[in-house]
């Protein structure tokens, strides 16, 4: 047992390594791979104004464990599902002018609402081509939702990607 968790974790730590993190398990199963682009490209860390901020590696870890948790609910077994992150602008932003003891103290508004460019493609088991597209997620109202919990740092992010989840993948 503890051999089958040492490798879980050389697996996800690979994977965050390479900028990917994907989960497979056997063929009826569906699979779920989640990658990004360069992540010096995003919004998210160009206009980042926080004096020390977290690494994108290590949220897009998290996000990337999310959407395969959530979307492996939601597609039909068998199916494959790929999806890469173009470009994110988190929910919040620093606002260093408040003074020194704001420098990291990510503020939280309407005016800083998050935002997720994704590319996807669900295929079935031999590779046929189910669907495929870009996506554009936004939630101009999100401080208006309620989330699952408040000490999730990326929860906004999360329940973007959830409704897209449901909306594009939930059958009927």
């Avoid at 010096?40 to 860390?45: D, G, H, L, P, R």
């Avoid at 408040?150 to 939930?170: A, V």
């Amino acid at each position: 047992m503890k051999y089958l968790q040492m490798v879980k974790r050389l697996h996800w730590s690979v994977a965050l390594a390479f900028g990917c993190a994907s989960v497979t398990a056997e063929d009826s199963a569906p699979a779920v791979k989640f990658e990004w682009t360069d992540p010096s490209a995003f919004t998210e860390v160009r206009q980042n104004a926080c004096r020390k901020s977290v690494k994108p590696e290590e949220w897009l870890g998290e996000l990337a464990r999310h959407v395969q948790r959530r979307a492996g609910k939601v597609i039909a077994a068998g199916q494959h599902l790929d999806v890469t992150l173009i470009d994110i602008r988190r929910a919040g932003a620093c606002e260093p002018w408040r003074g020194p003891r704001w420098d990291d103290v990510r503020v939280v508004k309407e005016i800083y609402s998050p935002r997720i460019d994704l590319r996807y493609t669900l295929t079935t088991a031999d590779g046929k081509l189910v669907r495929s597209g870009e996506a554009t997620l936004r939630d101009g109202a999100f401080l208006s939702r309620a989330t699952a919990s408040r000490d999730d740092p990326l929860r906004y992010e999360k329940r973007m990607l959830d409704d897209w989840l449901r909306r594009e993948f939930t059958p009927g």
